[in-house]
């Protein structure tokens, strides 16, 4: 099997592409072997007044794909401007390669012009194109675009450098068996994740009917006639009239430690629940100074001060930590049940005044003031439990939608491994990745139906 077309391989590369054999028709050979030579194409050169240019900002690094053109007068053309692409042209850009700013060219029109902080590859018959794009794609070649790189505020990788990367390379039957593959399961991954956001869609939906009808009183109107209670007991207060304290985290900007105390921010309420996999951590010191004002213990509740909803969650444990200014804290008095107020927190009522209340220009911010003048709906706290027995039992069922659409976030990563096994030559008909995405595709499926 030939290991190393290209003599200029590093020891880093050389180690890549050992990890692992190939199929013994496969061979490694480099990006210039495979493509043409690149064409300059200047916009004078159309004789047009304006051109279509595309530049690395015009390219979806999510979607891999030209979002948009930039009509250009030619009179005002960049003078980067001078990149010849045509139709089944595929372009890196060279400028930050792990951003992926790779597209597929699948227009066909003769006054486009692009870069010269792409690169543009063009087989020269050796390769499929879909092939050599996927290829791209792929963690192990980006990985090994960025050991090249060079330059501190726009990292780039050289031409001569990009053309000596190197490519496992199958025979063309295979080629085109593997970019099928490929689509095949991108597009199974896709519908996937289009149920996945219609199941989430729903779920909000769902859960802020649910949430409205508690604190209407609709969801206990059974349990107030068994134990005799009347609607008209429940009262009108503000927050501030059942928390002992609203306040919020430091204002100072904390130097973080490798170690030390957790210390969390709004990013770390996620979905209702406080997020203890991704926490900072600050120095001994600077806690003695801000847990003694604050100490947030079990029971508290902590609102995202951006106002988005269902941006709070409850301390359900016994740890000592600190929290940023981003963070509100609630602490309940006896008139109200810890987890009442979090669903009271977490509702549409809620969320629609805290909205009325944003302020400042980019990241929006709620004042300690409107919090603690905000509005809720209070009946006695035997109904209070009452009703948070209620919404549990409801919402633990949605919750298994909710978990289910939070696995949205690993379709990109599902992605990642089918190309992975494809340019390693392991994508058979039986990957398990492929019934992976089928499974969870089936998943959705079968819940959708029941809804």
């Known amino acids: 099997m030939k290991k190393h077309e290209n003599n200029n391989t590093t020891t880093n590369e050389s180690r890549h592409l050992e990890s692992f054999k190939l199929p013994d028709n496969w061979v490694y050979t480099s990006i210039k072997s495979l493509v043409k030579e690149m064409r300059s194409k200047k916009p004078n050169d159309l004789n047009l007044e304006y051109f279509k240019y ?3 900002d ?13 009509n250009l007068e030619t009179a005002d053309a960049p003078s980067r401007a001078s990149r010849e692409i045509r139709k089944d042209d595929v372009i890196f850009s060279l400028v930050r390669p792990y951003l992926e700013n790779i597209a597929y060219v699948v227009d066909d029109f003769d006054d486009i012009i692009a870069s010269t902080g792409f690169y543009v590859l063009r087989s020269n018959g050796s390769c499929i194109p879909r092939y050599i794009y996927y290829y791209l794609l792929s963690d192990s070649f980006i990985n090994n675009t960025m050991s090249y790189m060079k330059g501190d505020n726009s990292p780039s ?43 989430r869609e729903g779920f909000e939906k769902r859960k802020e009917a649910i949430l409205a009808k508690a604190f209407r009183g609709e969801l206990t109107a059974k349990w107030r006639e068994e134990n005799g209670v009347k609607l008209d007991s429940w009262n009108h207060v503000q927050l501030d009239e059942v928390c002992l304290k609203i306040t919020d985290g430091t204002h100072q900007t904390p130097q973080y430690s490798e170690q030390g105390f957790k210390f969390l921010s709004a990013k770390n309420i996620k979905n209702g629940r406080i997020d203890w996999d991704n926490i900072k951590f600050i120095p001994q010191e600077l806690h003695e100074k801000l847990y003694g004002r604050l100490a ?27 929290i940023y200014v981003s963070l509100a804290l609630l602490r309940p008095s006896e008139k109200i049940v810890p987890e009442y107020l979090l669903l009271v927190v977490n509702s549409p009522m809620c969320y629609a005044q805290f909205c009325k209340h944003l302020t400042g220009i980019g990241v929006p911010n709620l ?30 069922e949605e919750e298994y ?34 019934e992976s995405a089928i499974n969870l595709l089936n998943e959705i499926l079968a819940n959708k139906s029941k809804k």
Do not use: C, W
């Not at 004042?367 to 809720?376: E, Y």
């Not at 209620?390 to 919402?395: G, H, T, Y």
């Open 296 to 322: 947030p213990t079990r029971g508290d509740v902590l609102l995202s001060k951006n106002g988005s909803t269902g941006k709070a969650a409850i301390v359900d444990v016994d740890e000592v930590f600190d």
């Open 58 to 70: 015009a390219v979806d690094n999510k979607a891999h794909s030209i979002r948009l053109y930039k």
């Open 367 to 396: 004042h300690l003031r409107d919090i603690r003048k905000t509005m809720i709906q209070l009946p006695s706290t035997e109904e209070q439990k009452a009703i948070v027995s209620i919404l549990k039992a409801l919402l633990n």
């Open 157 to 199: 990788i050289r031409k001569s450098e990009f053309e000596s990367l190197l490519v496992a390379l199958p025979p063309i039957q295979e080629q085109q068996r593997i970019v099928n593959r490929i689509e095949s399961l991108f597009e199974k991954i896709d519908k996937a994740q289009e149920l996945i956001e219609e199941a």
């Open 401 to 434: 939608i909710a978990d289910l659409t939070n696995q949205g976030s690993n379709m990109e990563l599902l992605k990642k491994s089918v190309l992975a096994k494809a340019f390693r030559g392991e994508l058979g008909t039986n990957d398990p990745t492929e």
């Open 54 to 56: 595309i530049d690395i």
